[in-house]
């Protein structure tokens, strides 16, 4: 009988896993982008740094707010970790090329280099976590008209600096490959492949693919870009 480790080892599990952390990761951005959004507001009367700052206080200090924060940095690790070893098992069963291996006209892009994509979203995500997530949890902030911690402030001064834009860019563009194949392979492998559902769930996809990701890199454009 195969142990629990044993299984986990297995391709099939570990895509199971992926699918299921990456459903809950998509399901995260939405939450996130609508959260960020508020940085784009009117800062007549500072409206725009106290909606954001109150967001940013209300994600890190509501209890159950708070677990599912720990559970979505399992998740972000898990997944990324799991993508990787996913990606070396992969290569490791088919370790030799054939010579008239056209892989392009089997499959997309995206799909071939999912390792690739999801190492930039990788060092994407622990530059951002450590540009804010780190400052607000272990530094000394600004604070605020209204006493909270002013993450408002020290955002847009992160997106005044070109790099930071320049990665945050380049980072969604990565995202958009990503969640381009893996949002309905996400689904796939789950077992929701039906005729009649799976082309609204790969149109569904690859909307989304294009609009979040999009959305992301918008507001440190427009922030950069603004007087």
Same mark, same amino acid.
């Given at each position: 009988?195969?142990?629990?480790?044993?299984?986990?080892?297995?391709?099939?599990?570990?895509?199971?896993?992926?699918?299921?952390?990456?459903?809950?990761?998509?399901?995260?951005?939405?939450?996130?982008?609508?959260?960020?959004?508020?940085?784009?507001?009117?800062?007549?009367?500072?409206?725009?740094?106290?909606?954001?700052?109150?967001?940013?206080?209300?994600?890190?200090?509501?209890?159950?707010?708070?677990?599912?924060?720990?559970?979505?940095?399992?998740?972000?690790? !898990? &997944?990324?970790?799991? +993508?990787?070893?996913?990606?070396? *098992?992969?290569?490791?069963?088919?370790?030799? =090329? #054939?010579?008239?291996?056209?892989?392009?006209?089997?499959?997309?892009?995206?799909?071939?280099?999912?390792?690739?994509?999801?190492?930039?979203?990788?060092?994407?995500?622990?530059?951002?976590?450590?540009?804010?997530?780190?400052?607000?949890?272990?530094?000394?902030?600004?604070?605020?008209?209204?006493?909270?911690?002013?993450?408002?402030?020290?955002?847009?001064?992160?997106?005044?600096?070109?790099?930071?834009?320049?990665?945050?860019?380049?980072?969604?563009?990565?995202?958009? !490959? &990503?969640?381009?194949? +893996?949002?309905?392979?996400?689904? *796939?492998?789950?077992?929701?492949?039906?005729? =009649? #559902?799976?082309?609204?769930?790969?149109?569904?996809?690859?909307?989304?693919?294009?609009?979040?990701?999009?959305?992301?890199?918008?507001?440190?454009?427009?922030?950069?870009?603004?007087?």
């Amino acid at each position: 009988m195969a142990t629990p480790f044993a299984l986990l080892k297995t391709s099939l599990v570990k895509k199971y896993w992926m699918s299921l952390t990456g459903i809950f990761l998509i399901t995260f951005l939405i939450v996130h982008l609508l959260g960020n959004l508020a940085l784009l507001g009117s800062n007549d009367g500072n409206e725009a740094q106290i909606a954001f700052n109150e967001y940013t206080k209300f994600m890190t200090t509501f209890p159950l707010i708070k677990i599912v924060s720990y559970v979505l940095y399992f998740s972000i690790l !898990f &997944h990324a970790i799991d +993508g990787l070893m996913l990606v070396a *098992q992969n290569k490791k069963a088919r370790p030799v =090329k #054939y010579a008239h291996n056209k892989p392009e006209k089997n499959s997309i892009w995206a799909s071939r280099n999912m390792g690739l994509l999801g190492t930039v979203i990788l060092i994407f995500i622990v530059t951002h976590m450590g540009s804010f997530w780190f400052k607000y949890k272990f530094t000394e902030m600004p604070i605020d008209p209204m006493g909270n911690k002013d993450m408002y402030s020290i955002v847009v001064l992160s997106f005044k600096e070109l790099w930071y834009v320049l990665l945050y860019v380049v980072s969604m563009a990565a995202l958009a !490959f &990503h969640l381009y194949h +893996g949002f309905s392979s996400a689904f *796939q492998t789950l077992g929701v492949n039906h005729p =009649k #559902y799976t082309p609204v769930i790969k149109k569904v996809g690859y909307a989304f693919s294009i609009i979040v990701p999009a959305a992301f890199a918008a507001i440190p454009l427009v922030i950069y870009f603004s007087n």
